[in-house]
């Protein structure tokens, strides 16, 4: 299946193509984490969160060729608040 084909399956609320689209994704984001915060658990707090935030607001992306970029603005977002708390 086509990557934005996941992304709009994912859209209309297919968790099986949304949980696939986090899978190869998730190895960039916990990486990413880890820069922001050099700490093991919390960065996998931090993918966790974000994957939690990208699932309750999928429907608002707008464009599917941006999914990954989309995704990783939520982490860094996410990782910029965990680190002013």
């Known amino acids: 299946m086509l990557f934005q084909d996941k992304v709009k399956k994912a859209k209309r609320g297919n968790d099986k193509a949304f949980q696939e689209l986090i899978e190869a994704e998730k190895e960039k984001l916990y990486r990413m984490a880890y820069l922001y915060v050099k700490n093991e658990s919390d960065a996998i707090d931090i993918v966790h969160e974000t994957i939690y935030k990208a699932y309750i607001s999928i429907k608002k992306l707008k464009?599917?060729?941006?999914f990954s970029n989309w995704l990783t603005r939520i982490l860094i977002n996410t990782a910029l608040d965990f680190k002013k708390k």
């Open 63 to 66: 464009e599917t060729n941006y």
